[in-house]
């Protein structure tokens, strides 16, 4: 799982993969809670990333904030 925190949780937050057959991106609600503005509590913004098959790709994440590219290498199960 990946949050994302910028003085809170953060606004519009959207991630995608650049090749979802490797790795998936979805939504994710976390338990944990993370300050805003005046002692408010708000859900973590987050996603989960799901390897899918071996391979390399990238996911790319954004928000109100700015944005991020992840790299992100999905290794074959052992044994395989």
Do not use: F
């Not at 953060?10 to 809670?33: F, G, K, Q, W």
């Amino acid at each position: 799982a990946v949050s994302c925190e910028q003085l809170g949780p953060c606004e519009h937050l959207t991630a995608s993969s650049d090749n979802p057959a490797i790795a998936e991106v979805r939504p994710a609600a976390l338990a944990a809670l993370r300050p805003a503005a005046w002692a408010n509590q708000q859900p973590a913004a987050a996603v989960v990333i799901v390897g899918k098959a071996p391979g390399k790709t990238a996911i790319r994440v954004d928000s109100k904030d700015g944005g991020r590219r992840i790299r992100v290498t999905v290794v074959p199960p052992p044994g395989s």
